[in-house]
Structure formats: C-alpha cells, structure tokens
C-alpha cells in the first residue's frame, strides 16, 4: 500500500522538515505489523513527493496479530487486502512515522508546520464501503478536492462489477498536519474496519484529533460510528462531547447506521409493528407469551414493561442474538420477581419442543420470511401442531409495498436473508390454508401506512383457535 | 415363607421400630437396593436420628427411588412405613414408573422389638412409640391391598423373619431370551381363511385334524427355528372367531407362538364371564358363532384370553409387540396403566368427524432403541415411525393381513377375500381397495429438539463414540435451521480431509512423497490418487422417481437433492437443481443401475464446478477483491519506485516487489482457472467419485478403483456434464510405483490442476490401532496461492508457514468419516429420522471446530 504527499509550496523540498524525513535516503522503520519505507521519488524546490510505502506481513497478519478478527474473519485470512489497502494500519503508521508531523510540530520549520501549504495526498488504494459518493461526502466537507479511480473486480470477469478500492487523490491548501490527521481518522472510517479492539481510548484520540473539524462536519455520526466500530456506548459518549449536548436517544446512531443497510428507514414502521403484535397479544388476554424468534429482544422488552404478561419465553435460533437480548434486558441485574417473568431459550421452529407447549398466545415476528419454502411445513407443525398456543401472531414484509423504498433496488429484497417476501395474497393465501389445517380462525391486519395500491409495509395475521 | 418378588418392583418394609427390617433387608438385597429413611437423615443432617430433619430426609428419599425406579431398578424402602399416608406417596411413586408394589409387614410380637431396642447403642426408641407405631400398623395392615400394594408378605414371628427365603422372578412380559426369528401377525379379527393362507404364505404348515366332539383341532408346525406372535384382536366382526382361536390357542400351546392380547379380548372375556357390557363393535358375531361351539370350548377360550399378558418384550430387548404399541418407558414393566395402554393406546380425548377417539401419536415422539410392532388402528398401507410399525392393515375390513417378519424387516400379506364388516371410518383410499403403495399418510416423524441439543454422544461402527460437545451443538443448531435442507433428504454430510504433512522440498508446501509415506507407516501398502478437482463439495441423492422419493425419503415434489457439504441446498434456483438431478437420473438410467443395484435410489459423492458456481460470493468479495487491489496498489508502488531509483538506490524494495508483482499474478491464475460463466446446466461439471449407497447396502466394503471406475459408468465420453475423475493405483512399497504418482501429481498441478487426493485403496482401512485416514490432500504450488494467499510462495513466507499443525485436523476427518457412514449405514437399515439426523447433525456440529481453515 502506498501514500504519497506532494507540495509545490516552494521550496517544495521543505516537506522533509516537515516531515522529519531526509529526502536524500531510504528510511526504514519496523512496526508491529510489517515494515513502513519512506521515501522521495521527486524532490525538486518547484515539487517534492514523500512516499510512504507500508509491508503489512502478511503471515504475521494471521498467526502473531492478537486483536479482532474483523467482520467474518476478514482480518485473520492469508488471502487479504490488508497488504494492499490503507486502513487502521496506515494510522498506526503515520502515527509512528509521521508523528510529529501529525501533531503539527517541526523541529527547523515551526512556521511553516502552522501554515496552510498546497498538498497532494495520493493512496493507492483505499477500500471505500460505501462507494464514490461516501468519499465524497467525507473528504469534500473538510475541503479537499477529491478525485478517484476505480478498478473492476476482474477484469477477465466483467460481469462481477467493480471493486471496493480507489486509487484517491486529495488536493487542498491546509495545515500538513490536517492533512495527516483527517488522512488518520477518515481512512478506517472509509475501510470501516480496524485491527485492534476499539476502547475508552479510542473516544479520546477521536476527540483529539477531530476537535477542530469534526463536529462541524455534515457526516459526523456516520465518522463517529464507523471510527468506534459501531460500539454504541461509545458512540453516544462521544457523540455527547463531541457535540455538547445531551443524546439522549440511542436510536439516533443506530438509525445512522442501519440507514446504511436497511431501506425500512420509517423507525416508525419497526415501532408500529411492535405495538400491533403488542395489542394482539393483548387483546387476546394472553398471560403466557412465546416470542419465537425473538432474535436481540425488541418485543421482549414491552412485554416485560406490562404486567399482563406474566411469563415470558423469548426463543431464538442464534445464541448471540439472545446473549444481547440478555444484556438488552439487563436480566442479570433484574429483580428477581421481574426476572422470574422472563425466560430466553435457543431453539428451533424445525425442530419440535415440548418446552413450548401450553402457552397463551405466540409472537412469530419477521421470521417466516427467514425460512426456506420447503421448511415452512416444519415450521407450520412445529409451531401450530405442536406448541399450539391459543393465539399466534405472525408478522411479515409485504413485498409489493417494496417498491416504495427509495433505496431498495427493484427487484430486491428487504434484507439479504430472506428467502422470500409475499404479496398480500400469497400471505392470506397461505395463512387461511394453515389456520384450515390445524383448525385456527385467521384475520389479517395491515401494520404502517397503508397505500391504496400496494398496501400496507408489513402484513400481520392473526390465529386463534 | 418364600417371598416371590417381581425382579422390577418397589418393596416396602413395613414395621415399628426394632421389628428387624434393616437386619432382613441387609440379608436379601444389595446395598444399593436398599434406601433407608436412617441413611437419608444423615445425609441432610449428619444425624440418623434427627427428626426436624424428617421431611427433607423423605424428600430424598422419594428422589432416589424415583430414579431407581425410572432406571427399572428394584428398589426396597426401609422405614417404618406403619401409616398409611406415608406408603401412599411410594405407592404413587411406583405406579409414575410402571412398577409393582410388594409389602413385607414385620409383625413381630411388641415383646421382641422393646428388647431389641435395649440392646441397641445408637439410639434408644421409646417404649410407648413402639407400641404406637405397632398398633397404626395392625389398624392398616388389612387394607394394604386396597392401598394398590400387588403382593403383600406377612412375617408374624422372629422366626418367620429369619427363615423367610426371598426369590426373585422374572416378569411375565420379560421374554428377552427369545430370539425368534419372529412373524408377527397384526388384527385377524376373526378371518381364519385370510389366516391360513397367509401363514401358508410364509411357509407354517397347518392341519386340521377331523371334527370330533370337541370341534377342529389345529396343528401349527413352523419352519426349522421361527415363532409367531400374534399382536391380539383375533376375535370380533369376522367370518370364524372360534377357528382362529382354535389356531391361536393350538399354537401357543405347543410353543409355536407367543400371543398378546387386544382390547377386543379383553372386551369378549368379560362378556363371557357374564359381567354387562356393550354388544357392539363386532362383538356380537364373536357372541354368535362361539355360541354354536360344542361346550366347554367358550369356558377354556375365556381362560386363555384372561391370561394372555399385555406386552413382551423379545429378543434381548430388541424387540416390544402389544396391540396397540408401547411407550418406551412402560416397555418391560407390568402395571394397570401399561396393560391399558398395551390395549388401547392412547387418545387425546378429541372425538374426530366419524365419532371415533382421536389417537395420541405416541409413535411421532417414540425414541427408544426396541423396534415396536403393534396394530390396534387400522393403516392402508403400514409404515416405519421411529423405530415402530402398525401391520394391523384392515383385513376384515376388506383391506389385507398383514405379517412382519422379524429380523428381516419384511413384510409379507394376504388380501381379503371381501369386505367382512363396514368400518365406522373408511380406512382405505376411496376406489382403491388393497392399496400397494401409501402418501406420506399420517405418520409423523418431525425431529424433536432434544435429539440435538447438548451435549451428544454418537455411537459408530467404525469409529466408537464421538462426542459432541454442547457449544457444537448450539452452533450447528443454528445453521441446521437457517440454512439446512429438509433433514429427509440429509443422510450423509462428507468428512474434512486433512492434507499430507508438509513438505521439505524447496518451494513446496505440500509433495506426495508425504501422503505415501503415511499410508506406508499405517501398513497399508496400496492407495489410490484422484485427481482433485476445485470445485465444490456436492452429495447428490437421485432416485428412481417422484414416488420413490416419496417412499423412501418422505419427500414430496421431486426427485432428488444436491446439497453441499454443510447440508445447504447446492443451487438457490431449483430449476437448476432438477435440471442437473435429471442429467444424472438420465446417466444412472443408461448406466442400467436400478436394476443392476436393486435400487430406487442412490447416494452419490462428487466435486460440482466451476467454483464460481457455489462460491461466486466468496470469490468476488475476496479473491477478486485481493487481486484487484494487489494489481493496482503494487503498479503504483512500482511506479513510485521506479521513479525513486533515479535518485536514490532503492534496488531491494525494487526487486522485492517485482517478485510480489509476479507473485499476484500468478495468484490470479489461479483462481481464475476455476471460474467460468455459467448460462446454464450445460456449463457445470459433476464429477461423481464414490456409489455411496443404494438399497439395502453402503459400498464401502469396496475399493476405490471399484467406486471409480463404477461411477465412470455414469460419465459419457463426450464430455457432457457428468465428468469422469482421472486416477491412478500406486504400491508405497515400490519407489518405481510412487515415482510414477509423483511424476502424475507434477504433470496434473503444472496443468493448472488443484492436485491429488490420495486414499487407502480400501475404502474404510486398518492399522493397528485402528482406522486410517480415509484421505489425504496434496496440492500444488499454484493453487496454495488461494489457500495461502498470492505471496506465500516469498521465502520469508513459505518458511514460517511450514509449521503447521494436523493432529486436529485428522482427529476431525476420522470422527466427521465414522459420522458420514454411519448416518448412511442407518438410513440403510430403516432406522428412524432423528437416528440418521443425528450423525448428520453431529457431522455439521464438529465442523463448527475451530481448526485451521487452511488445512
């Protein structure tokens, strides 16, 4: 992976002061990561290049590195970009190499470290989630003039589309040292990955660094998230002081991030559908609720909030999901008395289980959605056959409402997960058939704004028996 | 006095203070059979005496027993027990576990138990407790039976204590020692000619003595070695109840059968013994023609039938038969509740559309290992659930007798002549009067949680237990149910192969020379190589057609399944699927396999390319993703480089990354050579390289030049898109030989090829301390690029990366093999779903492993 830093401030080979590097020699330093050369392909009074060339090692990546293993192991695999891209590593590295610099000071030019210069960074390449658009919108804000070039993924294989990675050039006239720390804050924020645990630590070198350009910036959640790596905690805390201001409401961040990934950006449409399934469960006089697939606890959390509900049985297929429902819910510090009321279990709707027998009444919130067709028989039995609660709510997408998220690609579906998305009738179709079956009335209800035309985003149903 | 006790029972010591009980049970039981009320003070106490601790202490007590008496193990109970509410609690206890009651009462004169009591040095009772507890005894003792004790013992004198003999029988329905081989014959109903003509058919020999005064005598001579066993309801509704007692009862006479009863039995016997009941459900007819019979013959067929008992349980355990089918837990035990569930089964208390009970689906959550054959209701057509069978097929209701044979699993029957009696419900499907084959129909075997979670031991032929740990489990659990394909179709997930031990050739990872060596050391002297192709795992199952599938896997729509190797639908698009399931079905056809192989269905074990194919992801998020940012971050480096060289000597950075350059491009290669486009079913290659199993049998007793050139019969020269896999026979005892490997290996890798697969030629191999590896992977310098990333072949790379560890790795193979055949050796044998998914399942569980993903 290669930066370059160029300036025409003359004379241009200045820079080296700057940059406490001697533009006349190699220079090599020994990281913890591999091995970061600095060097000067042109040094002219009228134009000089720093480059710094970083060696990640590629099998220290994987055997030696003690930190996180990155989003699906990405971090820890031999076949990795790491070598090639700027990343946390690059940070690390400017941080070391260019410290000085970084912090704005310089030994033989003092003045010139505080004064705006014409510079030139160039990386090659830079891993940009979120595409063109998103460097833009983090670089343009702090006043530089962005250019990229993109690469196909395989230029043998063109139907595979294009690459993540961009070969960015940022030209501006500002500080050396603006230069350096927007390049150590903003290069995992566009990688959105970093190699070692994000702590306390990180709130404080983010408000350090950011202090003079980051709270004015347009795109200041989105930078505080992806650079604390979606640690909400953290997130708001820095958020907090960053801004000055109390924030109060998680969801802001959370909503930055998921706007990202999700086209349900309505946060109504999720809290509507939390209170339909509520008043259905309600309504029905149900005491002893299951909530099948209850993944990270969004209903759980109501139910516990209403006494009517006075046993609660969260059921889930990822052990994950439920250890952050548990931490959500904060069971461990509950009330005994509150805590006797609720009850996480990892299960299956594939398998059958006598533990969910005899229940009131059952949540099967946007779940079906997540099943093969072929299994949805499994399911059918497991769940109306066997567990046969008096009531079974059951939500899921709409597909036809689809074409009403802007961000959704035609075609689509809400999420890359789901097997399939039904259309009003398919839904009632299949619903009416299961309650014939297994002897259950059905009544279908809309959830969120209903369109004249293509419905409602969610459809609800209904079973009593 | 000899005290006869069942071998399963509860028996309560009943006796005040000092009245010898500990002394008797310490004579005549083990002592871990003995739980005493002393014992169990002590334990939440550290005093046998304490009596604030008396309640604790029972509630222990009642535990032990409970799970002794869960376990089917005698149990005696050594306390006071004088009054009656506290023996009620164990008599509930042994009736919640199906076990009979026994009480020996200590009656011993008062005299007796005060002068014990003196000599006694760890506690002294008092006189007038004694005397209490005597008196509460003799007020209660008359009505221990009423209490629901089975067998109460008396013991009225010192004496009578001491000379009392305990012996201990075996239960009626034990018949354990049998071993048949057994033909069990579901509801006759009273059709003897149906009967004859079927034990004809299954080679008995019946004769039929003249009429004489006592009416026909029947004489049943089996063949050499088998026994019938008659699953009750012989009588009711048919044509000729008595003859087909006569038959009964002549054969379990002479020991050629066993015969348990029906409620239909149980029904006549109290009509005969002229208690009230309802003359309904064919009862009459049996009332009628018994009626007619020469005298005495009704009296001695009441006696037979009020003797026959509810259940056996056969051949070491293997084996239950009872009418109306058996819960594990009742099976081998002897109560009120199993005799009525022996009789009636079970019903939900639901009455269905024609006014009959809705039965309880006791065979749907049926685990245990016994084989359960049972009739009671009648089925069209009868069907393995679980590990259990209805043969009851209706024949007095014009459907046919039905006859399984045991071992051998066959079942063998006869069509009813006509329709004898109109059942209240119509059992068969309409029009169709003796259906041959049967839908899904109503059996139900949808796995149950706790055949997955927690920690699992499996047992395998090949390979002992494997166990699996609980955090396995729950990770499996989760990809099972998200991505998993309907578990039916799930009798075999492949095993990991480890690849050889690394190589100290110079810019080498991986050479043969190691495989060989291995198997060499194993003592096996002949392996086989294959080329291995990169593609991706694929089990394919195809069977003959839709109503085979139907039959054989319980799947409807469809005629097979190609799945990866953790069990996830290969193809996201079906119509892929079908396409290429009819491209083999179509090979298998032209190959003549299912009438070669006696088949309906076959399980095959291939690579499916390109890798594009099923990694297209992977392929484009990673493997293009590094090699494009490669490309463009080292030109520019190159660039910079090269620009610097005027200026400053930077010769080493130069001619390191010319090397890394060539090195990306080479890693290019590599993966691309693995990529095409795929339009349609015409661009994919499927390259069978093991018959895994067919009916009836799991080829692994062949070899594997056997398996490929047998699977060479599917693969047309043409080069369609079944692909024939190259391979060579190599003797690792002969240099020349391995040499030749060797040369084959350099000439398939420089080709571009992923490398070899060496294996044992037997496919499952032995070495002295047991199982060897069943493969080992060689792959060439190339294509490590993928594994190992573009650079590994750098010197400071390839160095370090030698060390790699495998003792993992082949422990996983060899449990992930034992596993894989062993779901398949249980599909083949009809065992039941949760039994095959749970190989499969531990398979996918052991894989959640961490282990280096390099390997």
Same mark, same amino acid.
């Given at each position: 992976?290669?930066?370059?830093?160029?300036?025409?401030?003359?004379?241009?080979?200045?820079?080296?002061?700057?940059?406490?590097?001697?533009?006349?020699?190699?220079?090599?330093?020994?990281?913890?990561?591999? *091995?970061?050369?600095?060097?000067?392909?042109?040094?002219?009074?009228?134009?000089?290049?720093?480059?710094?060339?970083?060696?990640?090692?590629?099998?220290?990546?994987?055997?030696?590195? *003690?930190?996180?293993?990155?989003?699906?192991?990405?971090? *820890?695999?031999?076949?990795?970009?790491?070598?090639?891209?700027?990343?946390?590593?690059?940070?690390?590295?400017?941080?070391?190499?260019?410290?000085?610099?970084?912090?704005?000071?310089?030994?033989?030019?003092?003045?010139?470290?505080?004064?705006?210069?014409?510079?030139?960074?160039?990386?090659?390449?830079?891993?940009?989630?979120?595409?063109?658009?998103?460097?833009?919108?983090?670089?343009?804000?702090?006043?530089?003039?962005?250019?990229?070039?993109?690469?196909?993924?395989?230029?043998?294989?063109?139907?595979?589309?294009?690459?993540?990675?961009?070969?960015?050039?940022?030209?501006?006239?500002?500080?050396?040292?603006?230069?350096?720390?927007?390049?150590?804050?903003?290069?995992?924020?566009?990688?959105?990955?970093?190699?070692?645990?994000?702590?306390?630590?990180?709130?404080?070198?983010?408000?350090?660094?950011?202090?003079?350009?980051?709270?004015?910036?347009?795109?200041?959640?989105?930078?505080?998230?992806?650079?604390?790596?979606?640690?909400?905690?953290?997130?708001?805390?820095?958020?907090?002081?960053?801004?000055?201001?109390?924030?109060?409401?998680?969801?802001?961040?959370?909503?930055?991030?998921?706007?990202?990934?999700?086209?349900?950006?309505?946060?109504?449409?999720?809290?509507?559908?939390?209170?339909?399934?509520?008043?259905?469960?309600?309504?029905?006089?149900?005491?002893?609720?299951?909530?099948?697939?209850?993944?990270?606890?969004?209903?759980?959390?109501?139910?516990?909030?209403?006494?009517?509900?006075?046993?609660?049985?969260?059921?889930?297929?990822?052990?994950?999901?439920?250890?952050?429902?548990?931490?959500?819910?904060?069971?461990?510090?509950?009330?005994?008395?509150?805590?006797?009321?609720? *009850?996480?279990?990892?299960?299956?709707?594939?398998?059958?289980?006598?533990?969910?027998?005899?229940?009131?009444?059952?949540?099967?919130?946007?779940?079906?959605?997540?099943?093969?067709?072929?299994?949805?028989?499994?399911?059918?039995?497991?769940?109306?056959?066997?567990?046969?609660?008096?009531?079974?709510?059951?939500?899921?997408?709409?597909?036809?409402?689809?074409?009403?998220?802007?961000?959704?690609?035609?075609?689509?579906?809400?999420?890359?997960?789901?097997?399939?998305?039904?259309?009003?009738?398919?839904?009632?179709?299949?619903?009416?058939?299961?309650?014939?079956?297994?002897?259950?009335?059905?009544?279908?209800?809309?959830?969120?704004?209903?369109?004249?035309?293509?419905?409602?985003?969610?459809?609800?149903?209904?079973?009593?028996? | 006095?000899?005290?006869?006790?069942?071998?399963?029972?509860?028996?309560?010591?009943?006796?005040?203070?000092?009245?010898?009980?500990?002394?008797?049970?310490?004579?005549?039981?083990?002592?871990?059979?003995?739980?005493?009320?002393?014992?169990?003070?002590?334990?939440?106490?550290?005093?046998?005496?304490?009596?604030?601790?008396?309640?604790?202490?029972?509630?222990?007590?009642?535990?032990?027993?409970?799970?002794?008496?869960?376990?089917?193990?005698?149990?005696?109970?050594?306390?006071?027990?004088? =009054?009656?509410?506290?023996?009620?609690?164990?008599?509930?206890?042994?009736?919640?576990?199906?076990?009979?009651?026994?009480?020996?009462?200590?009656?011993?004169?008062?005299?007796?138990?005060?002068?014990?009591?003196?000599?006694?040095?760890?506690?002294?009772?008092?006189?007038?407790?004694?005397?209490?507890?005597?008196?509460?005894?003799?007020?209660?003792?008359?009505?221990?039976?009423?209490?629901?004790?089975?067998?109460?013992?008396?013991?009225?004198?010192?004496?009578?204590?001491?000379?009392?003999?305990?012996?201990?029988?075996?239960?009626?329905?034990?018949?354990?020692?049998? !071993?048949?081989?057994?033909?069990?014959?579901?509801? $006759?109903?009273?059709?003897?000619?149906?009967?004859?003509?079927?034990?004809?058919?299954?080679?008995?020999?019946?004769?039929?003595?003249?009429?004489?005064?006592?009416?026909?005598?029947?004489?049943?001579?089996?063949?050499?070695?088998?026994?019938?066993?008659?699953?009750?309801?012989?009588?009711?509704?048919?044509?000729?109840?008595?003859?087909?007692?006569?038959?009964?009862?002549?054969?379990?006479?002479?020991?050629?059968?066993?015969?348990?009863?029906?409620?239909?039995?149980?029904?006549?016997?109290?009509?005969?013994?002229?208690?009230?009941? =309802?003359?309904?459900?064919?009862?009459?007819?049996?009332?009628?023609?018994?009626?007619?019979?020469?005298?005495?013959?009704?009296?001695?067929?009441?006696?037979?039938?009020?003797?026959?008992?509810?259940?056996?349980?056969?051949?070491?355990?293997?084996?239950?038969?009872?009418?109306?089918?058996?819960?594990?837990?009742?099976?081998?035990?002897?109560?009120?509740?199993?005799?009525?569930?022996?009789?009636?089964?079970?019903?939900?208390?639901?009455?269905?559309?024609?006014?009959?009970?809705?039965?309880?689906?006791?065979?749907?959550?049926?685990?245990?290992?016994?084989?359960?054959?049972?009739?009671?209701?009648?089925?069209?057509?009868?069907?393995?659930?679980?590990?259990?069978?209805?043969?009851?097929?209706?024949?007095?209701?014009?459907?046919?007798?039905?006859?399984?044979?045991?071992?051998?699993?066959?079942?063998?029957?006869?069509?009813?002549?006509?329709?004898?009696?109109?059942?209240?419900?119509?059992?068969?499907?309409?029009?169709?009067?003796?259906?041959?084959?049967?839908?899904?129909?109503?059996?139900?075997?949808?796995?149950?949680?706790?055949?997955?979670?927690?920690?699992?031991?499996?047992?395998?032929?090949?390979?002992?237990?494997?166990?699996?740990?609980?955090?396995?489990?729950?990770?499996?659990?989760? &990809?099972?149910?998200?991505?998993?394909?309907?578990?039916?179709?799930?009798?075999?997930?492949?095993?990991?192969?480890?690849?050889?031990?690394?190589?100290?050739?110079?810019?080498?990872?991986?050479?043969?020379?190691?495989?060989?060596?291995?198997?060499?050391?194993?003592?096996?002297?002949?392996?086989?190589?294959?080329?291995?192709?990169?593609?991706?795992?694929?089990?394919?199952?195809?069977?003959?057609?839709?109503?085979?599938?139907?039959?054989?896997?319980?799947?409807?729509?469809? $005629?097979?399944?190609?799945?990866?190797?953790?069990?996830?639908?290969?193809?996201?698009?079906?119509?892929?699927?079908?396409?290429?399931?009819?491209?083999?079905?179509?090979?298998?056809?032209?190959?003549?396999?299912?009438?070669?192989?006696?088949?309906?269905?076959?399980?095959?074990?291939?690579?499916?390319?390109?890798?594009?194919?099923?990694?297209?992801?992977?392929?484009?998020?990673?493997?293009?993703?590094?090699?494009?940012?490669?490309?463009?971050?080292?030109?520019?480096?190159?660039?910079?480089?090269?620009?610097?060289?005027?200026?400053?000597?930077?010769?080493?950075?130069?001619?390191?990354?010319?090397?890394?350059?060539?090195?990306?491009?080479?890693?290019?290669?590599?993966?691309?050579?693995?990529?095409?486009?795929?339009?349609?079913?015409?661009?994919?290659?499927?390259?069978?390289?093991?018959?895994?199993?067919?009916?009836?049998?799991?080829? $692994?007793?062949?070899? !594997?030049?056997? !398996?490929?050139?047998?699977?060479?019969?599917?693969?047309?020269?043409?080069?369609?898109?079944?692909?024939?896999?190259?391979?060579?026979?190599?003797?690792?005892?002969?240099?020349?030989?391995?040499?030749?490997?060797?040369?084959?290996?350099?000439?398939?890798?420089?080709?571009?090829?992923?490398?070899?697969?060496?294996?044992?030629?037997?496919?499952?191999? !032995?070495?002295?301390?047991?199982?060897?590896?069943?493969?080992?992977?060689?792959?060439?310098?190339?294509?490590?690029?993928?594994?190992?990333?573009?650079?590994?072949?750098?010197?400071?790379?390839?160095?370090?990366?030698?060390?790699?560890?495998?003792?993992?790795?082949?422990?996983?193979?060899?449990?992930?093999?034992?596993?894989?055949?062993?779901?398949?050796?249980?599909? &083949?044998?009809?065992?039941?779903?949760?039994?095959?998914?749970?190989?499969?399942?531990?398979?996918?569980?052991?894989?959640?492993?961490?282990?280096?993903?390099?390997?």
């Amino acid at each position: 992976m290669l930066l370059t830093i160029t300036t025409t401030h003359q004379p241009a080979t200045d820079l080296g002061y700057l940059l406490h590097k001697n533009p006349g020699r190699l220079q090599t330093a020994e990281l913890s990561m591999g *091995k970061a050369h600095v060097f000067y392909p042109e040094a002219t009074p009228g134009r000089c290049t720093a480059a710094l060339l970083l060696e990640v090692d590629p099998v220290a990546l994987v055997r030696n590195r *003690k930190g996180p293993g990155g989003d699906a192991g990405t971090l *820890k695999q031999y076949v990795n970009d790491r070598p090639y891209v700027a990343s946390s590593f690059l940070s690390v590295a400017i941080a070391q190499v260019f410290g000085s610099a970084m912090g704005g000071r310089s030994k033989d030019r003092p003045e010139l470290a505080e004064t705006p210069i014409p510079l030139e960074a160039t990386i090659a390449v830079l891993p940009c989630r979120g595409g063109e658009p998103l460097l833009r919108r983090i670089f343009e804000p702090v006043g530089y003039t962005v250019t990229a070039q993109g690469y196909p993924l395989d230029a043998t294989f063109q139907d595979w589309g294009e690459s993540p990675y961009f070969t960015v050039t940022l030209q501006a006239t500002c500080r050396l040292s603006d230069l350096l720390r927007h390049l150590y804050v903003l290069v995992p924020v566009m990688d959105r990955e970093k190699h070692y645990w994000i702590t306390q630590d990180e709130v404080e070198k983010l408000l350090r660094l950011g202090a003079d350009w980051l709270p004015s910036h347009p795109e200041r959640e989105l930078i505080v998230d992806r650079y604390l790596k979606h640690q909400r905690r953290l997130t708001r805390a820095a958020l907090e002081r960053l801004i000055e201001e109390d924030v109060d409401d998680p969801e802001v961040v959370i909503a930055a991030r998921d706007a990202e990934e999700i086209p349900e950006t309505d946060m109504t449409l999720r809290e509507q559908r939390l209170g339909s399934v509520l008043a259905a469960l309600k309504g029905g006089g149900a005491s002893r609720v299951l909530d099948l697939g209850c993944g990270e606890g969004a209903l759980l959390k109501p139910l516990l909030a209403d006494q009517q509900f006075q046993e609660i049985v969260g059921m889930d297929v990822s052990m994950r999901a439920l250890d952050i429902a548990k931490e959500r819910l904060n069971l461990e510090r509950l009330p005994e008395r509150q805590a006797r009321r609720i *009850k996480l279990l990892q299960g299956s709707l594939m398998y059958r289980d006598q533990r969910l027998q005899g229940y009131d009444a059952a949540a099967v919130m946007e779940v079906i959605e997540h099943l093969d067709p072929p299994r949805l028989a499994a399911f059918e039995r497991v769940v109306f056959h066997y567990a046969k609660p008096g009531t079974v709510v059951v939500t899921t997408p709409n597909i036809e409402y689809n074409v009403k998220f802007p961000t959704l690609a035609a075609g689509h579906l809400r999420h890359e997960d789901h097997r399939f998305e039904w259309t009003r009738l398919e839904f009632q179709a299949w619903a009416n058939r299961v309650g014939t079956e297994r002897k259950y009335a059905v009544r279908f209800l809309p959830v969120g704004t209903e369109d004249p035309e293509v419905g409602a985003p969610t459809q609800m149903a209904v079973f009593t028996q | 006095m000899t005290i006869e006790i069942p071998e399963l029972a509860l028996v309560i010591l009943i006796g005040p203070s000092g009245s010898g009980k500990s002394t008797f049970a310490r004579k005549h039981f083990k002592p871990t059979e003995i739980i005493t009320s002393d014992l169990c003070r002590a334990l939440v106490a550290d005093d046998e005496n304490a009596q604030d601790a008396t309640a604790a202490a029972f509630e222990v007590l009642h535990l032990i027993a409970s799970k002794r008496l869960e376990g089917g193990r005698l149990t005696v109970i050594d306390a006071t027990n004088v =009054q009656p509410e506290s023996r009620k609690s164990l008599v509930e206890l042994a009736k919640k576990y199906y076990c009979l009651v026994v009480g020996i009462v200590f009656d011993v004169p008062e005299r007796v138990m005060i002068d014990r009591n003196k000599q006694r040095t760890d506690r002294i009772v008092r006189q007038d407790v004694i005397h209490r507890q005597r008196d509460q005894m003799r007020r209660s003792q008359r009505f221990l039976k009423r209490e629901g004790f089975r067998y109460v013992f008396t013991l009225e004198s010192e004496e009578a204590v001491n000379a009392a003999i305990v012996e201990r029988k075996p239960l009626w329905v034990n018949r354990r020692d049998q !071993h048949g081989p057994f033909d069990i014959i579901g509801d $006759i109903h009273g059709c003897l000619d149906e009967l004859c003509s079927l034990l004809g058919t299954l080679g008995y020999d019946v004769a039929v003595e003249a009429e004489g005064l006592q009416g026909p005598q029947y004489h049943v001579t089996p063949p050499p070695g088998r026994k019938l066993i008659f699953l009750g309801d012989l009588v009711d509704r048919g044509p000729n109840t008595p003859g087909v007692l006569r038959l009964v009862m002549s054969a379990v006479a002479s020991g050629a059968a066993l015969c348990v009863p029906g409620n239909h039995e149980q029904k006549l016997v109290r009509a005969l013994q002229g208690r009230n009941v =309802q003359v309904t459900h064919g009862l009459a007819e049996s009332l009628g023609q018994l009626s007619e019979q020469p005298s005495g013959f009704k009296e001695r067929a009441a006696e037979f039938l009020d003797r026959l008992i509810s259940h056996y349980v056969l051949d070491d355990g293997k084996l239950v038969v009872a009418h109306a089918g058996l819960r594990q837990e009742m099976q081998g035990r002897a109560s009120g509740r199993v005799r009525d569930f022996a009789l009636y089964g079970e019903t939900t208390g639901e009455t269905d559309e024609f006014g009959l009970p809705v039965r309880y689906n006791w065979a749907a959550e049926y685990r245990g290992r016994a084989t359960v054959v049972y009739g009671h209701t009648p089925v069209p057509e009868p069907a393995w659930v679980n590990n259990t069978i209805n043969v009851d097929t209706g024949c007095v209701f014009g459907g046919r007798l039905t006859a399984l044979r045991y071992p051998e699993r066959e079942l063998v029957s006869v069509a009813a002549a006509r329709t004898y009696y109109e059942p209240a419900k119509p059992f068969l499907p309409e029009g169709d009067q003796a259906p041959t084959t049967s839908g899904p129909g109503d059996y139900e075997d949808l796995l149950e949680l706790t055949d997955v979670i927690g920690k699992r031991i499996v047992q395998t032929r090949l390979f002992r237990n494997v166990t699996v740990p609980e955090e396995n489990a729950t990770a499996a659990l989760e &990809v099972m149910s998200r991505f998993a394909i309907d578990p039916h179709w799930l009798i075999y997930l492949p095993p990991t192969m480890s690849p050889s031990e690394t190589s100290t050739e110079p810019g080498l990872l991986e050479h043969p020379a190691q495989a060989f060596a291995y198997y060499r050391k194993q003592g096996i002297p002949k392996v086989v190589c294959e080329e291995k192709h990169m593609g991706s795992r694929a089990v394919v199952i195809i069977c003959k057609d839709e109503q085979a599938a139907q039959k054989r896997f319980r799947v409807t729509g469809g $005629i097979g399944s190609i799945y990866t190797r953790t069990g996830r639908p290969f193809f996201a698009d079906r119509a892929v699927e079908a396409d290429l399931l009819q491209r083999v079905h179509a090979a298998v056809d032209r190959a003549g396999w299912w009438e070669e192989l006696h088949t309906d269905w076959i399980c095959l074990d291939c690579e499916l390319m390109p890798w594009s194919a099923k990694a297209q992801d992977l392929l484009r998020n990673q493997y293009a993703a590094v090699g494009s940012a490669a490309t463009a971050a080292l030109a520019a480096v190159q660039g910079a480089l090269d620009q610097t060289s005027a200026i400053v000597d930077v010769g080493d950075l130069l001619a390191k990354n010319r090397l890394r350059v060539e090195a990306v491009s080479g890693y290019l290669d590599a993966y691309r050579r693995y990529c095409w486009p795929v339009e349609s079913v015409r661009d994919l290659r499927l390259a069978p390289f093991h018959l895994l199993a067919t009916e009836g049998a799991v080829h $692994i007793d062949k070899d !594997h030049a056997w !398996h490929m050139e047998k699977v060479a019969e599917l693969c047309t020269p043409d080069g369609d898109v079944l692909m024939r896999t190259a391979f060579k026979v190599v003797d690792v005892t002969d240099p020349a030989s391995e040499q030749e490997g060797t040369r084959w290996w350099e000439e398939v890798t420089s080709r571009g090829g992923e490398g070899m697969v060496v294996k044992p030629l037997e496919f499952v191999a !032995h070495a002295a301390k047991g199982i060897v590896q069943p493969a080992v992977k060689c792959r060439g310098r190339e294509y490590l690029r993928i594994i190992y990333g573009p650079e590994y072949t750098l010197p400071e790379n390839l160095d370090r990366l030698r060390a790699r560890g495998l003792g993992l790795k082949r422990s996983l193979a060899m449990r992930e093999f034992a596993l894989g055949i062993e779901s398949l050796e249980r599909f &083949v044998r009809h065992e039941p779903l949760h039994r095959v998914h749970e190989c499969a399942f531990a398979v996918l569980a052991l894989e959640s492993e961490p282990v280096d993903p390099r390997l």
